[in-house]
Each structure stands twice: as structure tokens, then as C-alpha cells.
């Protein structure tokens, strides 16, 4: 929960500050980076850069709030704060406390203000649940908070999105299916060229569909960003050769002749999600939104103009803005003249997914409809 306190002393929980420090500063403290996503989901920053605003609390925010199951950080500092991007810059935490870089359902979250009149928050350990075998202890059997609603992103994460012409040519495919079949589904035999042993330790690979071309707006019909690439299924191989025969795993949709394959790999990134603005000016677009609907809201990803070339990291938060339609003015002294409007801020995302070219973005708040075209810049 969070109440509001004075300024006296609490010897449990943990602090939060508003004292302000560089982003570099900030991150280069010798702390793990599940101890930064709690401060993260608790707190107030500013990057220390010209490009972020001062931190404000919501005038309505509550006295208190306890965590519940299915909350995120996000969701926590969303209670508080006007941005809730914005987390904390300078935080201690009390070492009594048993994990205190983690924060679960039942915890307890308490705003109150320094001698100077800073915010500062708190967190009380929640009650643990106690088990009987073979003799009594504390044991949690719940799970902490997750910066950001991981579901939504989790099959973005563990193999590759966007593909290269490059990449494409030089991957395996399928040639067909069991019975010479166009289609396979989940226990399915598929057969397939240009495996090679020992490329993938446990002979695993996801299945990928190449779907559309990736390019900025206007882009000539050569000037291609990347290729959709859809995970399908997954593959064990059964059986190296020319072709390999494979055994298709956990399908979401049925393979089909010409999908390619690649090796099953973790997604080997980092899930903390730290938000924080660009530490240079951006200025991108919204090509696409997966699944391919005409209208963009809360928690569905975007793929985004701008990547690694351009400095975009994982964590980097970005405002929307609906881009102003144009009208005719029948009033103008040049009779018919065609006026832009304004374009209007719509939301937030969080770029959680990196390319050389694109990203992937998830849609974090949305205040009004977004659209493929629609702008991303600094917040």
C-alpha cells in the first residue's frame, strides 16, 4: 500500500529519493538489475539529460496501495505518478528485509516526504505463506512483480522477428510434409533442406513464415528495412540428411512448404525493461502492428522505423503521436489551400525488442487511436 507520512524515520522497507543523478551515474551503481527494475516500479527519475521533464505526482494518488496478483512496476507507479516511465534516480532499501529487491502480491508501498519535502517511497514486506512439511517454515509461493506485462511480449522474445534478404537465403526450409502433405500440424513429420548437425545443440529450431517487406514510409520498392518473420511451430529433427526429417513441436499455426528454420535459441535478453528516454533526439515512425489490425491499443506490438543503427536500446520509452490530417480550407485567400493539422500525442511505448533497423515496441498507454504512420519521438 502507500500512505503519506511525515518525514520521520521507518527502520523497514525501502527508500526511494528524488535527489537527482546523470542516467550514466544511475546505471553504473554496482547493484543487480532486479534490484533497479524495484526501484524502477517504485519510484521517480529524471535521465539527468535536457530531454527529461521534472517528475510529478498525481494529484489523486492514494494514501496507500497494496500489491496484488498481476501487477506490474508499471501499474504500481501508474497509482502515483503523471508518468509513471519515470522512475527513481537515488534508493537504499532496509537489509532486515528478506529480498527486498523483489517485490510480491501482498507487499505493502508507502509514499512520504523527507525533511526537505522529496517523495520517498517504502515497501513492507507482506505476509509469507507457511507450509507444514517436514516441519514449519515460511515459504513464498507466489512469484514477484515483472516490470511490464511479460505475457504480452514473451513470443516476440525467444527467436528471431525480422529477418534480412541475406538471412532468408541462407536459412533452412521446408520441402514437405508427411505423404508429400503441403500442411503440417503439431506431431506432424516434416522433411527439410539445409540443416546442418551440430548448428543447434539440441537439434530444435523454430519454424519462421517470411511475411511482409518492412520500409519507410515512401520508400522505392528496393529500399527494404527487413521481413516479417512469423513463428509458426517449433521442429525437433529426428534425423540429419539431406533432407532431414524433423518432428514439428508446439505449432500455433500448421507449417507449410517454404517456411524456414532456424536454431531454438533463449532469447538471451534482458527482461528488466528499465525505462528511460533516449539519450539522443529520435524521430520515427510506426510501419506495422503484429497480427496486422487496423487499429493500435494497450499492450499489442508495433514495430517502429528506427533500431540499432540509430541508437535505439531496449527500454527506451517514446511518445505517439497521431499524425494530423490534412484539410481544405475554403476560406484561405488561395482558394482549396490544403492545411496539416497538429499532430496530437496518443500514448507511450517501451521499446523491448531491437534490430539493426526496426524495433519492437509495446504499447504501454494509449489515450487516443494510433495507426501504422503515426509518429514516435523523445517523450
Not at 42 to 50: D, F, I, K, Q, T
Request: glycine share 8%.
Amino acid at each position: 500500500m502507500i500512505r503519506l507520512h511525515s518525514s520521520k524515520t521507518i527502520t523497514r522497507g525501502i527508500i526511494v529519493s528524488m535527489k537527482e543523478i546523470s542516467l550514466k551515474k544511475y546505471l553504473g551503481l554496482n547493484i543487480s538489475r532486479l534490484i533497479i527494475c524495484l526501484a524502477i516500479g517504485l519510484g521517480v527519475v529524471s535521465s539527468g539529460s535536457a530531454l527529461a521533464d521534472t517528475v510529478k505526482l498525481k494529484a489523486n494518488h492514494p494514501d496507500k496501495y497494496t500489491v496484488v496478483k498481476g501487477d506490474t512496476l508499471w501499474d504500481i507507479s501508474a497509482h502515483f505518478l503523471e508518468n509513471p516511465w519515470k522512475w527513481p534516480e537515488v534508493w537504499s532499501y532496509n537489509p532486515q528485509i528478506k529480498n527486498p529487491h523483489l517485490i510480491y502480491p501482498g507487499d505493502e508501498v508507502y509514499l512520504e516526504y523527507d525533511a526537505q519535502g522529496k517523495p520517498i517511497l517504502r515497501v513492507s514486506r507482506g505476509q509469507a505463506t507457511v507450509k507444514m512439511s517436514p516441519k514449519v517454515r515460511s515459504t513464498r509461493v507466489d512469484t514477484p512483480i515483472a516490470s511490464i506485462p511479460l505475457n504480452a511480449i514473451k513470443q516476440f522474445l525467444g527467436q528471431p522477428r525480422i529477418m534480412s534478404k541475406r538471412e532468408i537465403d541462407n536459412a533452412a526450409y521446408i520441402i514437405s510434409g508427411k505423404d508429400t502433405r503441403i500442411m503440417s500440424g503439431s506431431g506432424d513429420i516434416i522433411y527439410a533442406r539445409g540443416l546442418i548437425p551440430g548448428e543447434d545443440p539440441n537439434s530444435r529450431y523454430a519454424v519462421l513464415r517470411i511475411g511482409k517487406a518492412y520500409r519507410n514510409p515512401g520508400a522505392k520498392a528496393g529500399e527494404i528495412l527487413g521481413y516479417e518473420a512469423l513463428h509458426v511451430a517449433d521442429a525437433q529433427v529426428e534425423d540429419f540428411g539431406d533432407p532431414s526429417v524433423l518432428r514439428v513441436k508446439d505449432s500455433t499455426r500448421e507449417t507449410i512448404i517454404g517456411d524456414r528454420l532456424v536454431p531454438k535459441k533463449a532469447s538471451g535478453l534482458d527482461q528488466a525493461f528499465i525505462p528511460r528516454p533516449p539519450e539522443t533526439p529520435v524521430e520515427g515512425t510506426i510501419i506495422s502492428v503484429i497480427d496486422g489490425v487496423s487499429r493500435i491499443g494497450q499492450f499489442q506490438t508495433v514495430v517502429i522505423n528506427k533500431g540499432d543503427q540509430d541508437g535505439l536500446q531496449t527500454g527506451h520509452v517514446l511518445a505517439v503521436f497521431q499524425r494530423g490530417k490534412k484539410v481544405r480550407d475554403p476560406y484561405a485567400k488561395k482558394r482549396g489551400e490544403i492545411v496539416t493539422l497538429p499532430d496530437r500525442r496518443a500514448g507511450i511505448v517501451l521499446v523491448y525488442r531491437t534490430f539493426d533497423r526496426v524495433s519492437y515496441a509495446l504499447v504501454m498507454e494509449a489515450d487516443r487511436d494510433m495507426a501504422v504512420y503515426d509518429s514516435v519521438r523523445n517523450p
